[in-house]
C-alpha cells in the first residue's frame, strides 16, 4: 500500500516540478531484471523542437537582450546607453576596457543598482541608470554580463541588454579594424 502511494506521488512530482518550465512528454516503459520480473514505470523526457534540441522557456530575459559589436559602437557613440563592465578591477588593468564604460564588479551589480544616485556616482565613477534606461552589461566572454543582466531585470530595470562577445570580442574587431 505505502508502494503504491509512493508510484502515485513519483508520477505526480514531475509533472508538477517542471510544469510552465518545460513540456513533457511521457510513456509508460517496462524493464525486466535477470529474474523475469517485469516492472512498469513512467518515463518522463523533454519535447523536442522541429531540430531536435530541447526547448527551455526562459523566464529572466527576452531573446533580444543580446547586443553586436556593431550596436554596441553605435550605442557609444550615440551617448544612448549605459554600458557596465561586470569584471573585476584587476581583469580591467590586465586586459584593458571598452571606452566608455563604467566598473561594477559583478559581485556589487545588485547593491549598486539599489544605491542613491549621488552614491552610485562617487563609488563607480558614472551616472546611475534609471530603471528604463538603456544599459548593457559587459564582462571578458559573455557569461558574467548574463548573470548581470539577469540581477538587473530581477531588481525592474525593464531595458537590460549585455554584450556576449564581451572584451574578446570587442578587442578582436579593433584590432582587425586597426589593421585595415
Known sequence: MALNSC????RIIP????????PLACATR???NSLGT??????YTPALTCRGTIQWRNFSSSKGTDVSYEQLKQLLAAGTASVIDVREPWELREYGNIPGSMNVPLGQVSNALQLKPEDFKEKYGGNMPSQAGNIVFTCLAGVRS????????????SNVQHYPGGWQDWAKHEILQTKE
Not at 508510484?7 to 513519483?10: C, G, H, I, P
Not at 509533472?15 to 518545460?22: E, F, G, M, Q, T
Open 38 to 43: 517485469h516492472f512498469q514505470f513512467v518515463q
Open 7 to 10: 508510484l502515485k506521488v513519483s
Open 30 to 32: 517496462t524493464l525486466t
Open 15 to 22: 509533472r508538477v516540478l517542471y510544469r510552465n518550465v518545460i
Open 146 to 157: 548574463k548573470t548581470a543582466l539577469d540581477a538587473a531585470a530581477s531588481l525592474g530595470y
